[in-house]
């Protein structure tokens, strides 16, 4: 019964983010203090912006920005956006092993 979370590979999620029986699809972004709930998607090169509620079954499609409480549909991603989005996973990749060496 239910739903799992389920985190896909390349997926930045912010400090604080609240994430409940939902899935992450790889390479998508999730803000800071943001909160997805039961059955939430987030697809690949999406991103729900800080502070953004996304509400029981929602998605949000391949390459859109949403925001706000309740999340709704604010732009789409730029190529600039999406390669924001590959730079942050490898620096916080590379903060993490700092720290585990240490």
Known sequence: E?????????????????LHACRLESNSFVGMRATMM???VIEGHA???????LTPGKTIPKNQLWAGSPAKY???????????FDL????????GREYHEN
């Open 74 to 84: 604010l732009r789409d991603l730029t190529g600039a956006d999406i390669a924001q």
């Open 47 to 53: 991103m729900l912006a800080a502070g953004g509620l």
């Open 38 to 40: 039961d059955g939430a």
């Open 2 to 18: 239910g739903y799992p979370t389920i985190i896909g590979d390349d997926v930045t999620i912010g400090h604080c983010a609240l």
């Open 88 to 95: 942050r996973t490898s620096q916080y990749a590379e903060l």
